[in-house]
């Protein structure tokens, strides 16, 4: 089954949440959250913390990560990991490919 995840990120003071914008289809130009694919044998919390550095630079010491829902899709043979988190301090984001942004 192919995994995948979004992460809900929370600003320090949880009064925005971190979106970007995407740069290539599928949805170019939308909005949507950061996450990705979990790699063949990798652990699902820690893939989460690898897509989330790799997409902004937050790192395990900003935000504390907490599985809270997945989704099942069996047509697609596909699960959904939803995960939150606030974080701890303010922090500089470091765009990868999509440009990033709060959004109340």
């Known amino acids: 089954m192919k995994k995948l995840n979004v992460i809900i990120v929370f600003n320090k003071e949880e009064d925005k949440i971190l979106m970007c914008r995407r740069t290539k289809e599928p949805y170019k130009g939308k909005l949507n959250l950061v996450g990705g694919k979990v790699e063949k044998d990798e652990d699902e919390l820690q893939a989460a913390y690898r897509e989330l550095e790799e997409e902004t630079a937050i790192t395990r ?3 504390k990560l907490i599985n809270v829902m997945n989704f099942e ?3 697609q043979d596909m699960e959904l990991e939803v995960y939150a988190g606030k974080l701890n301090k303010e ?3 470091v765009e990868e490919i999509n440009k990033l942004l ?3």
């Open 91 to 93: 922090v500089n984001l």
């Open 61 to 63: 010491d900003d935000i």
């Open 102 to 104: 709060w959004v109340d």
């Open 73 to 75: 899709y069996k047509l």
